[in-house]
Each structure stands twice: as structure tokens, then as C-alpha cells.
């Protein structure tokens, strides 16, 4: 038998209520099934508009979800209060502009205790070494714990905002354009970096982006989302090398040609 | 003669801490009828290039050049006289380039009474034969809208609009796909491809994006701590780039690399903007640098139409 999945989403249905007589609007994800086996990658790819946000905050238990399905560990739709609070704490999320997601007023080493003794852990030389750990393991210098966000480049911001979504251990990682706002050279630093951490920690990983070469590249399946319908989903290496959708194809093609994936 | 035609262009702005050099040396030559793309990572000084074409650059930045012309004339003095009759600037957000409180009507109606003395029943008809130019489909509805009313795509061919209102030849196109998505964006690169072979535009494109390159430009120029390093046709730069710099670049791309294995980043950083440097300024990152690269300035490499600059000779490339 095949080990259960991180992540097992069922037909899944969210739409947003215009009003409370106005026309049911078409759903912004149109029953999605998917998943996500321990340890790999699962690229979301879409435009703006394609369902993949309100996938990802359903996920996070941020929006009602109308009918369908999450398992994740659980039954993840069933949890409530302190307990849906503590399952969270498993999930890691990085945003695409670290600059809006790590506060200003804080020193680094202040932005990666946060969530820990949100959690409840003890302020200590234990929680220091744990700080200093996360710094290094994301490829930064300890002296860059008495910084500020603002004094860090845009890459090694990126890396304190994937440190700060280990601190709790998670065993998902959500990422939503961690890539988007980066220099193609520093792009490959943090894809490398995410590598690197799958592979030490064992991570499972939700990568979100409009950027098809990139997910193509690190992510070990594939789903493309059109309009809240999933238009394709497979390993990585089939949907690149045979995309059913004209809209996959559509995206592959553009650009230069040559692509050795 | 290029119509735009810039030699060794450098623009430094004074700040209490030392001159900081946003562009250091930069040569561009665009012919009539291209779209030259103009490549880089963030603060290598493509737009700055840009904006000191447009006479936009910061106030008491200092600008010296050999050459700085536009179609003969010294950009220098004419930048702000040019701007808006000659050169247009498409930017990177669309939603920003609007006025979120007029009409698309309105908008557009003050750009051409600007340029053209025109009644106003003849501007209307130009307005809505320059949103059917830019292909948008029902331009009576547009004309109507808010920017808020319509799509980011929809928004860059309002501007695309605006630009050719003023009866502009040469665009600035400073990152015009990046806030739009892939499929969006490269329906905007065809209209702007259909718009430099109907009309005979020449465009500026500034981006980051090898696939832009790649899908809209005819030649280009590869940008690296405010110097122009590298030249020539698309697939020649490509395909066969000369400067370890375009190729490190190239090699980054997720897609350079087997899926799932190692990306070549590149080590280390720019040189900060405030920094002297001799010798080649990729010098310190290269993997291919020799004792004479940081020491002194490289030649010009060339191969046809294609140049560089570099110390390794042509066959190393």
C-alpha cells in the first residue's frame, strides 16, 4: 500500500457570494482534485483569475469552501478554534515580496523568534541556537541577525522569509511566487536554496506561479489551472512533454525555444 | 545613421555619500524599424538608460556621453523637447501610467488635443481608430471605461494608445509584459511587433526577461553594472553569447537546466553603485577570469554584427 499523501484535495467547489439575492456566480475553483505526496513538489500553474490563490487560502482554512474535500493528516475542513489554530502551525507559507511580508521595525533575529513564541516556546539560548540554525541552513551569515529587512538585498530577504516559515517545522510549505519579484541569478540561488531543503527536511511543497519554466523545473507534479478548472494534472515530466490543454502548450512556447526539461 | 545613437553614456547622481553611477558606460545603436531590447538584472542601469533618453532622469544627475543623439539631435538639450512628440514611454503598470478618476475617453482626447489641432468630432474618431489599432475589440465600450473596468492588458493598449497619439516614431518600453500574464503579455509583444512593421515605430525594450527577448526583439544589447557588454542580433546573443556574463545569465534560467537538478547561479553580487571599477566589472564573478581582467578595461570581441567585451579571446567564447 502506498503511503497516505500530505495532501489530498476532493472536488473541491469555493465560490465567492456576490450578495444574498444576486445570481450564484460561477465558482472560483470548480472542483479541483489533486494531490501531494510526502516529500515532493507540487507546482500550481495559472494566470490571475485562475483559482489558484483562493485554492491555496482554502487550503490554509482563510475562505469557506463550498462543497468537496481536504485531508491533510485529517480530515482538515472538520477543525476548529485552538485545534484548527495548532494543525496550522504545520504549514509554511512564503509570499512573493518579502519586503511586504516581513515587518520593518523588526531585527531578523526578532522576525525568526515571532513565530516560536507565538507558539509558545520559550525565549533562551535553545531558541537562539534554533535562530541561528534556520539563518544558516537558508544560506545567510549569523551577523545578519541584528539587521533590519530593509538592509537585506531582495534575495536575502526571501531567504529570512523561508526561515521564518521553517521555525515551526512544518512539513508543508506553501510558496506563492517566492520567485516572482527576483533577478533571474538570485531566482536560481532561492530554486536551489528550496531544493536543498526538500531534500534536508523532508519538505512537501505547494509552489504557486504564473511561471511555467520555473514550477516545470522544480516540482515533481504538475497542476494548471484555468478559470477554477483544472485544466491539467500529471507528473512534471508528462505534462511538459505531452501537454493535453492547447492553453499548456500556449504557455511552454513562449519565449526561447530549446527547452531541455 | 541610427536613430538612436548613444556612445559611452554615463549618468551619475551626486548624493552626500559619494557620486552613485547608475549608468557607467552604455552604448546603444537602434535602427529605424527595430525592437532593440535592452537586458539586465535590477540596477544595471536599463532604466536610467531610459529615462535619460526621455530627459526624466534625476534632478542634478550628471550626464556626459560622446554621442547621446536622437535622429541627429543632441538629447542633451532635446530630451524634454522630444518627449511626447517623438519619444513615448510605455511603463511596467499600466493601472499607474492612468488617471483612475477620468475616462478612458477623456484620457485619451487630451493627449491628441495636446499634439494635433483637430475638432473634437475628428479627435473622437482618432481615439477610437487608435484603440482599434491596438486591437482591443469594441473600442465604443473602452472608450466609456475607467481603468478600473478593464483588464491590465487592456490597460497597456490604452497606454500603447496614448503613446501613438502623440504621434511618437520611437517608444520606450520600460518592462510592459511584466505585470501581466504570460499569455496577455505575449498577446501585447505581437501588437507592438504589428505596430513597428504597419507604422514604422522603433522600440526601446527594457526587461529582465530572456523569454521577451527571445519573443519580440530584433537585436540586443545585455547590460551589467551600468555598462553595455554585449551586442548583437537576438539569436546571435542567445545562441552564442559572447561575454561569460549573458552566459551565466542564460544558464541560470530553470530551463537551462535537467529537471530538478542544481541551477547555475551566479556567485556574489554587482559591484554597489557607488564603487570605482577598473578591468571588467564581471571580473570578480567570473568563473573564467584571468589576473589582466580586473587589472585593465577588455576589448571589443566582435563576430559580424555580434560584439562584446571581453579579455578571453573570440574562440573562447
Redesign the interface.
Given at each position: 500500500m502506498t503511503p497516505a499523501p500530505m495532501l489530498d484535495v476532493d472536488t473541491l467547489v469555493i465560490r465567492y457570494r456576490a450578495g444574498l439575492f444576486a445570481a450564484r456566480p460561477k465558482p472560483a475553483v470548480n472542483g479541483a482534485s489533486f494531490r501531494l505526496e510526502r516529500g515532493e513538489t507540487l507546482g500550481i500553474v495559472g494566470?490571475?483569475g485562475s483559482g489558484k490563490t483562493s485554492l491555496l487560502r482554502a487550503i490554509l482554512r482563510l475562505l469557506p469552501v463550498e462543497s468537496g474535500a481536504i485531508r491533510l493528516g485529517q480530515d482538515w475542513l472538520a477543525l476548529k478554534g485552538e485545534a484548527l489554530r495548532k494543525a496550522r502551525q504545520k504549514i509554511g507559507v512564503v509570499s512573493q515580496n518579502p519586503f511586504l511580508s516581513l515587518s520593518p521595525r523588526l531585527t531578523i533575529e526578532e522576525i525568526l523568534a515571532e513565530p516560536m513564541l507565538a507558539a509558545g516556546q520559550r525565549q533562551g539560548a535553545a531558541m537562539r541556537e534554533k535562530i541561528a540554525t534556520l539563518l544558516s541552513d537558508c544560506g545567510l551569515p549569523a551577523d545578519f541577525l541584528a539587521r533590519r529587512a530593509r538592509e537585506l538585498?531582495?534575495g536575502q530577504a526571501q531567504r529570512v522569509a523561508i526561515a521564518r516559515a521553517l521555525a515551526l517545522e512544518p512539513g508543508l510549505l506553501i510558496l506563492d511566487e517566492p520567485t516572482s519579484a527576483l533577478?533571474?541569478?538570485?531566482?536560481?540561488?532561492i530554486?536551489?536554496l528550496l531544493?536543498d531543503l526538500k531534500e534536508s527536511r523532508g519538505l512537501s511543497m505547494l509552489f504557486v506561479t504564473?511561471?511555467?519554466?520555473?514550477v516545470?523545473?522544480?516540482s515533481d507534479t504538475l497542476l494548471v489551472m484555468r478559470r477554477g478548472d483544472v485544466v491539467e494534472f500529471g507528473r512534471?515530466?508528462d505534462v511538459i512533454r505531452a501537454p493535453a490543454e492547447a492553453?499548456t502548450r500556449?504557455?511552454l512556447s513562449?519565449?526561447?525555444?530549446a527547452?531541455?526539461? | 545613421m541610427p536613430l538612436l545613437d548613444v556612445r559611452d553614456l554615463s549618468v551619475s547622481i551626486p548624493t552626500p555619500d559619494g557620486d552613485v553611477h547608475a549608468v557607467r558606460s552604455v552604448s546603444l545603436e537602434i535602427e529605424r524599424g527595430e525592437i532593440h531590447g535592452v537586458i539586465g538584472?535590477?540596477g544595471c542601469g536599463k532604466t536610467m538608460t531610459g529615462m535619460a533618453a526621455l530627459g526624466l532622469a534625476p534632478k542634478g544627475a550628471r550626464i556626459t556621453a560622446e554621442r547621446f543623439h536622437f535622429d541627429g539631435e543632441d538629447l542633451r538639450e532635446n530630451a524634454a523637447r522630444l518627449r511626447g512628440r517623438r519619444i513615448g514611454l510605455i511603463s511596467q503598470a499600466p493601472a499607474a501610467a492612468l488617471n483612475p478618476v477620468l475616462s478612458i475617453a477623456r484620457q485619451l482626447d487630451d493627449v491628441i488635443r495636446a499634439h494635433r489641432d483637430m475638432p473634437r468630432q475628428a479627435r473622437r474618431a482618432e481615439a477610437l481608430s487608435l484603440l482599434a489599432a491596438t486591437g482591443l475589440p469594441d473600442p465604443e465600450r473602452v472608450l466609456k471605461s475607467y481603468p478600473h473596468q478593464l483588464s491590465?492588458g487592456m490597460q497597456q493598449r490604452v497606454v500603447i494608445a496614448q503613446a501613438l497619439a502623440t504621434g511618437a516614431d520611437f517608444l520606450i518600453a520600460d518592462e510592459p509584459t511584466t505585470a501581466l500574464?504570460?499569455?496577455?503579455?505575449?498577446q501585447v509583444l505581437a501588437l507592438l511587433r504589428k505596430l513597428v512593421a504597419e507604422r514604422g515605430l522603433t522600440v526601446l525594450m527594457i526587461t529582465?526577461?530572456?523569454?521577451?527577448i527571445?519573443?519580440a526583439c530584433d537585436r540586443a544589447t545585455v547590460l551589467y553594472a551600468g555598462r553595455s557588454v554585449e551586442t548583437g542580433p537576438v539569436a546571435a546573443v542567445?545562441q552564442s553569447p559572447g561575454h561569460p556574463y549573458t552566459r551565466?545569465?542564460l544558464a541560470?534560467?530553470?530551463?537551462?537546466?535537467?529537471?530538478?537538478a542544481?541551477?547555475?547561479?551566479?556567485e556574489g553580487?554587482i559591484p554597489p553603485p557607488r564603487s570605482a571599477i577598473t578591468g571588467c566589472a564581471f571580473a570578480p564573478r567570473c568563473p573564467q577570469a584571468m589576473a589582466v581582467c580586473s587589472a585593465e578595461p577588455p576589448p571589443e570581441r566582435r563576430r559580424d554584427a555580434h560584439r562584446w567585451l571581453c579579455h578571453l579571446p573570440e574562440d573562447a567564447a
Open positions: 494566470e490571475s538585498s531582495g533577478d533571474v541569478s538570485v531566482q536560481a540561488q530554486l536551489n531544493s504564473h511561471n511555467l519554466k520555473v516545470a523545473h522544480i512534471t515530466e492553453y500556449e504557455l513562449f519565449g526561447r525555444k527547452a531541455t526539461v | 538584472e535590477s491590465g500574464d504570460v499569455s496577455v503579455g505575449a529582465h526577461d530572456m523569454d521577451v527571445a519573443e542567445l551565466a545569465l541560470a534560467l530553470p530551463d537551462a537546466a535537467p529537471h530538478g542544481r541551477l547555475a547561479a551566479i553580487s
